[in-house]
């Protein structure tokens, strides 16, 4: 079984400053790892993943995450906040199974993120 | 390719009628997956598609949920005798066997019962 946990379904940060949104999984086996991010009635839209390789990944819109194994975490970070980022983001694991596994994804909760001016 | 493609965006219909959504994924991708959010939540899992086969349903696909996949192409789910609690966003995500190269979404489909 896998599990996403998001701590902070919440968070505000000033423009400019920094984004940290918190993801932790739980996985029996590797996982894939991924962010996702959801404007107001739109769908999803992917911002980066991690399947095997290097531990940090770059995304799109400025946003990277670190897929840290003894820590179970797999962290969302922008150096500086755009008030365009505001939104819904939400991290997602799959396992590494082979082509007959399922491969759904199990996603957390979410957190909103909002940008003040 | 235009990506993954929902129709209805929105779909208003009264308790107890049935209703039906369509979903046509990306062209190469043969899986195909259903997910409902409810407000304040993550997406969560419903049912998926290799092909043309339902490989797999959640416990949260009731009796009054079917979903098919003809031909392997686009896919449909249906809902009979609609509650208030199936209000929800309908999400379709297609990708390839290998998972790990991502999941494309749609922009979903939003239900609401009243």
């Known amino acids: 079984a896998q599990s996403v946990t998001q701590l902070g379904s919440h968070v505000s940060v000033s423009e400019g400053a920094l984004v940290l949104l918190r993801c932790n999984y739980s996985?029996?086996?590797?996982?894939?790892l991924f962010w996702y991010v959801q404007y107001p009635n739109q769908g999803l839209q992917l911002l980066l993943k991690y399947t095997t390789g290097a531990t940090l990944v770059k995304g799109i819109n400025g946003f990277e995450a670190e897929f840290k194994k003894s820590e179970t975490s797999f962290h969302l970070t922008k150096p500086s906040a755009h008030m365009s980022d505001a939104a819904e983001y939400f991290c997602a694991v799959t396992t590494q199974k082979g082509d007959t596994g399922r491969r759904a994804l199990t996603f957390g909760s979410g957190t909103r993120l909002q940008v003040q001016p | 390719d235009t990506g993954v493609s929902q129709d209805p965006r929105h779909k208003i219909t009264k308790r107890g009628q049935n209703v039906t959504f369509r979903c046509d994924p990306i062209?190469?991708?043969?899986?195909l997956y259903w997910y409902r959010q409810t407000l304040g939540q993550g997406p969560e899992f419903l049912t998926y598609f290799q092909n043309e086969a339902q490989l797999e349903k959640s416990r949260l696909l009731s009796d009054r949920f079917s979903a098919e996949r003809p031909k392997g192409s686009f896919s449909t789910l249906e809902i009979q005798r609609t509650e208030q609690g199936d209000s929800a966003m309908y999400l379709c995500a297609s990708s390839f066997s290998r998972g790990g190269n991502g999941y494309t979404f749609g922009s979903g489909t939003r239900l609401t019962v009243v």
């Open positions: 996985s029996s086996v590797p996982p894939y």
């Open positions: 062209s190469e991708h043969n899986r």
